[in-house]
């Protein structure tokens, strides 16, 4: 399995504020994805971060809310822009090294916007 | 309609007994994954076991085993000799061929205690 760091592991923000949580895995995968999990519930895949170009975007989440970079094999970001309290979740980012090998998940964000 | 479904929202066992958590599933892909995912409440999703719908036998890694009941379309996971380290969200997914967007598709999870 790959080693997944993400950072911040929590935070508490603001309303109208943004942030940008970091994913860094300590091999070169082929595919990075970021999913959301709001408090009691499932995980919700917001978007496949793509090595090189624009990501794709899942039904319900656009580019000017979510932003995600993704500069090369090992690194990924997600901004959560212009917040307001019902973005508050866990975003977890995950990789997956090789097609059809399972997904391996970060330790997640905690977020809370007040 | 739901493609993932996990029909109970939490279980409670005795230490040591087996448990199993139920899992079924919608496609219509001939080619697909079913994982489950352990959520302890550190937060971080833990992989546990996978099934392909190709393969003939069901999968097991240490104390889980997955019973794969294709024509059902069932995934239920079996965790044997169950520990007080087991109580966490237990989530089944799915990943369809989907013309290379594989993605991962979670069920609602299952909340398993373990009582001492």
């Known amino acids: 399995s790959a080693v997944i760091s993400q950072k911040p592991s929590r935070d508490i923000c603001q309303r109208g504020t943004s942030l940008t949580i970091q994913c860094q895995v300590d091999?070169?995968?082929?595919?990075m994805f970021w999913y959301r999990q709001q408090p009691g519930q499932s995980l919700t895949l917001i978007a496949t971060a793509n090595q090189g170009s624009e990501a794709t975007y899942e039904s319900g989440f656009v580019i000017d809310k979510f932003p995600i970079s993704r500069p090369n094999l090992t690194f990924s970001t997600l901004t959560v822009s212009n917040m307001s309290p019902e973005d508050s979740s866990i975003y977890l980012c995950?990789?997956?090294?090789?097609?059809?090998?399972?997904?391996?998940f970060g330790p997640g964000t905690r977020l809370l916007v007040l | 309609a739901q493609k993932i479904t996990q029909t109970q929202p939490g279980m409670f066992v005795q230490e040591k007994e087996a448990v199993t958590l139920d899992c079924t599933y919608d496609t219509s892909d001939p080619s697909y994954g079913l994982f489950w995912y352990k959520q302890p409440s550190s937060g971080e999703m833990i992989f546990l076991i996978y099934q392909g719908s190709y393969d003939q036998q069901n999968a097991t890694e240490g104390r889980y085993s997955l019973n794969f009941q294709k024509a059902r379309k069932s995934a239920n996971l079996v965790i044997s000799a169950s520990q007080l380290g087991d109580s966490a969200m237990y989530f089944c997914a799915m990943r369809e061929a989907n013309f290379g967007n594989e993605k991962l598709t979670f069920g609602t999870g299952t909340r398993l205690t373990i009582i001492p």
């Open positions: 091999s070169q995968v082929t595919m």
């Open positions: 995950s990789v997956e090294r090789f097609q059809k090998e399972a997904q391996y």
